[in-house]
């Protein structure tokens, strides 16, 4: 009977394997540079289309929406640090510009199988201009300015956020003959501030991801074997250990919410079910 109640437990349950680093976020501050061992385990992430506040401001512009976090995922995959996944759907903000809920977030992240939620907005894409010589001339700039935040896909819960900005030096428009991420595209001035302000997302989103743990779920239990959806394609490799846990359902965590007295659910602690090792790796699970 015990090992019925374990078996239907550990389906529910997480594989924890442990990570690196550090994590931060600053509207003019660097990102660090994160140095990884020679393996890193692969963290799964998927971003959805960008939010674009002002669709006026893009028209010459080939779907900055889905572009921009196409082009963001590529150089995460090129890291070799994560396994990428895109949304279609918007996230980021409803009509009211308000941030998601912890339950669409975790939607999400179930939906595209990924343990990170990345949402973000195109906020202005305009010209700036700026008088000069008693305005009897004028400097005109356009620019990119963006914001994305980073979700936990577990609770829901938002990990960072960022506000960025490029000037592009000129005013010109891009076309839409030039394919977003094209080297055509990057050949122009506001090419290359959309190109330098991706490379700073990915900066902070490599270092504020560094320090979390690689998880994978338990999808099946059979006998003393565990199959998670995690595998060579993850960089596990026979050997690997990780410390099972699962929802303690006994000891939910409930609070107040301000100014209300209806309560508030946190969350269901986590309890250790012991420790397991990988004994055979396959590309997409192991056991």
Not at 218 to 233: F, N, P, R, T
């Amino acid at each position: 009977m015990r090992g019925k109640t374990f078996s239907r437990r550990l389906i529910w349950s997480a594989l924890l394997i442990l990570g690196l680093s550090l994590s931060a976020c600053s509207l003019f501050s660097k990102p660090k540079a994160v140095v990884h061992h020679d393996r890193v385990l692969k963290k799964k992430v998927v971003m959805t289309a960008m939010a674009v506040k002002l669709a006026s401001q893009v028209q010459d512009l080939d779907d900055i929406a889905q572009g921009m976090p196409r082009e963001m995922l590529s150089r995460l995959d090129s890291s070799g640090s994560f396994l990428v996944r895109q949304s279609s759907n918007l996230l980021s903000f409803d009509l009211q510009q308000e941030a998601p809920s912890a339950r669409l977030v975790q939607q999400v992240a179930t939906e595209n199988d990924a343990q990170f939620v990345i949402a973000g907005e195109i906020r202005n894409a305009g010209v700036r201009v700026e008088p000069r010589f008693l305005g009897l001339w004028e400097n005109r700039q356009r620019h990119i300015e963006i914001e994305f935040a980073i979700y936990d896909g577990v609770t829901g819960v938002r990990i960072s956020r960022h506000h960025l900005y490029r000037p592009a030096g000129d005013d010109s428009r891009i076309g839409r003959d030039k394919p977003f991420g094209s080297v055509t595209f990057y050949a122009t001035k506001f090419g290359q501030a959309i190109d330098a302000v991706m490379q700073e997302s990915v900066a902070w989103i490599r270092q504020d991801l560094a320090s979390y743990p690689m998880l994978a779920k338990i999808v099946q239990v059979k006998e003393q074997h565990i199959y998670l959806d995690a595998g060579a394609s993850s960089n596990l490799i026979v050997g690997d250990a990780g410390l099972a846990v699962a929802a303690y359902e006994h000891l939910p965590a409930w609070g107040m919410k301000s100014q209300q007295s209806q309560p508030l659910a946190y969350g269901t602690a986590q309890a250790s079910m012991g420790w397991v090792k990988v004994a055979q790796v396959q590309m997409p699970f192991s056991i």
